[in-house]
């Protein structure tokens, strides 16, 4: 049995359709060499958007982020995947959780950087919002 107090075990795989792939490369660092967090966010931002316009079949909006912690940083060269999941369909909005996990050194070994729940709102071509679609049965 286990210890209550001690924190879970880190995931080993990530969770979620792959919905991002590209290379952290030397613009989008600081000058140590560690990659923005605002460009990783932005990245997540990107694939996360990918479900809601595939889900909603229209122009989609980013209205939050919750629970943002970067557990590890993001080098130059890494390769970053960002992995998407549903959540919640509300009647305007969207929660997708995402992943960002990295493939680093010469063996590509996977490791997880962050995750964050980003909710999306249906818009129309007006920038209004409006349901999001539904299959009829």
């Not at 919905?19 to 931002?45: C, E, K, Y």
């Not at 912690?69 to 959540?87: E, K, M, Q, R, S």
Request: charged share 20%.
């Amino acid at each position: 049995m286990s210890d209550p107090a001690s924190p879970p075990p880190e995931p080993t795989a990530p969770h979620g359709e792959l919905v991002i792939r590209t290379i952290a490369m030397p613009a989008d660092a600081n000058a140590n060499g560690d990659i923005f967090g605002g460009w990783l966010m932005s990245q997540m931002d990107l694939g996360a958007a990918i479900v809601a316009k595939n889900i909603s079949r229209s122009r989609v909006t980013t209205v939050a982020v919750d629970g943002m912690v970067f557990h590890n940083p993001v080098y130059v060269g890494d390769i970053v995947n960002c992995h998407a999941t549903l959540l919640k369909v509300g009647r305007t909005s969207m929660r997708v959780d995402i992943e960002a996990w990295v493939q680093r050194g010469k063996d590509g070994t996977l490791l997880k950087v962050t995750e964050g729940i980003f909710t999306y709102v249906a818009i129309d071509e007006n920038g209004r919002p409006h349901p999001v679609h539904r299959e009829h049965a």
